[in-house]
């Protein structure tokens, strides 16, 4: 998989190219009729488009759908691998994010403090 789209007048099969354009995250790029979703983002310049749990950058890594680096989103379809979908016109793709989400706060540690004994020294729910 190349990053760069051979140009029209350097092309020696002389394809006709039907251009499409995509919109990732905001914002329009354009591809070529044919071209993986990960063809288009490379095309366009973009080597990475998902962070991983560390928050290390993830873009495509295998090209052939194996290792899952390149997962995006697609018109609201989750983990759709860039390498394997072709681009469509007018696609949205949304990049995705498995970095650690932040911990919600520890309960209140009074809410889940254990009742006390009454008089006779019993607590709440048991003889």
């Known amino acids: 998989m190349t990053p760069r789209l051979v140009p029209a007048h350097h092309d020696a099969v002389r394809r006709t190219d039907r251009p499409l354009t995509v919109t990732v995250d905001g914002t329009q790029v354009t591809g070529v009729a044919g071209q993986s979703l990960a063809g288009v983002l490379l095309a366009a310049g973009r080597t990475a488009w998902r962070t991983g749990r560390t928050g290390a950058p993830r873009g495509v890594f295998c090209g052939i759908g194996v290792c899952y680096d390149c997962l995006v989103t697609v ?12 681009a469509r016109d007018g696609d949205t793709v949304t990049t995705q994010s498995r ?3 932040p911990r ?8 889940h403090a254990p009742e006390p004994p009454d008089a006779a020294g019993r607590t709440a729910g048991r003889p």
């Open 75 to 86: 018109n609201g379809e989750r983990d759709v691998r860039a390498c394997q979908r072709r």
């Open 99 to 101: 970095a650690p989400r």
């Open 104 to 111: 919600s706060p520890a309960p209140d540690a009074a809410s």
